[in-house]
């Protein structure tokens, strides 16, 4: 693992970012046109956890990387990391060996809202505050996903009530309500985010497409 200089990011690393997604707001509509296949995850906490690390590692060297960036998007002084995949169990703060053996991480500390994303562009994960991820990449990848985490599109469910929805009315903020449809639209395409949006009891007067 090294840490890439601001000259490094921009010339290496940000024109794979862009790749995935064109901004760092997990609650915006983050990804590109190119990410074809995409999910909303939960609980992501600052480091993602087993079992969904351990997936996305054995998923991104399916696709061929030996590697990936992250991007510590709320540090004072924005960091950027290269690390590769082998690292990772010694390495990563979410994974249990790495937390028990913390002089090889070199020290990392991610803030709240952090990005991981390979060289390539084929995939990559943005972490918000919220403890959601919006997880995208190709189809390859995805399955790969999906095998590791057979109810991984139960997730999204999870996210709206545990985070979204207020527990002492059982209803929705303005702000969430103006939000989150189009999050869905984005994330899911027009017909399962309707079906979510049902689902949830979200009237049709605050739906719009993404």
Same mark, same amino acid.
């Given at each position: ?7 490094? #990011? ?10 995935? #997604?064109?901004?760092?707001?997990? #609650?915006?509509?983050?990804?590109? *046109? ?8 939960? *609980?992501?906490? /600052? ?16 696709? &061929? ?5 992250? =991007? ?8 950027? =990391? =290269?690390?590769?995949?082998?690292? %990772?169990?010694?390495? =990563? ?12 991480? $070199? &020290?990392? !500390? ?10 390539? @562009?084929?995939?990559?994960? +943005? ?5 959601? &991820? ?6 390859? #990848? +995805? /399955?790969?996903? /999906? /095998? ?10 999870? %996210? ?16 969430? $309500?103006? $939000?989150?449809? &189009? +999050? $869905? ?15 949830? @009891?979200? !009237? ?7």
């Amino acid at each position: 693992m090294h840490t890439l200089s601001q000259t490094e #990011f921009r010339l290496e690393a940000e024109p794979a970012l862009r790749q995935v #997604f064109v901004n760092d707001d997990a #609650f915006d509509e983050p990804f590109s *046109p190119n990410v074809v296949a995409r999910r909303i995850v939960y *609980p992501c906490f /600052q480091y993602i956890e087993p079992p969904l690390i351990n997936a996305i590692v054995d998923a991104a060297s399916t696709v &061929g990387d030996a590697g990936c960036y992250i =991007y510590d998007i709320w540090a004072v002084e924005r960091q950027h =990391y =290269y690390i590769s995949l082998s690292e %990772f169990p010694e390495t =990563y703060p979410g994974i249990p060996s790495a937390k028990a053996n913390r002089r090889n991480n $070199l &020290g990392m !500390s991610l803030e709240l809202e952090n990005t991981l994303y390979l060289p390539t @562009g084929k995939w990559g994960i +943005m972490i918000s505050h919220e403890r959601h &991820g919006m997880l995208g990449g190709t189809v390859e #990848f +995805m /399955q790969c996903i /999906q /095998q590791a985490i057979p109810d991984i599109d139960r997730q999204v469910y999870n %996210f709206i009530e545990e985070r979204l929805r207020r527990p002492e009315t059982g209803k929705f903020g303005p702000a969430v $309500l103006r $939000l989150l449809p &189009g +999050m $869905l639209f984005h994330v899911y395409g027009q017909t399962a985010a309707e079906k979510i949006l049902q689902e949830i @009891g979200v !009237s049709r007067r605050y739906w719009k497409k993404g």
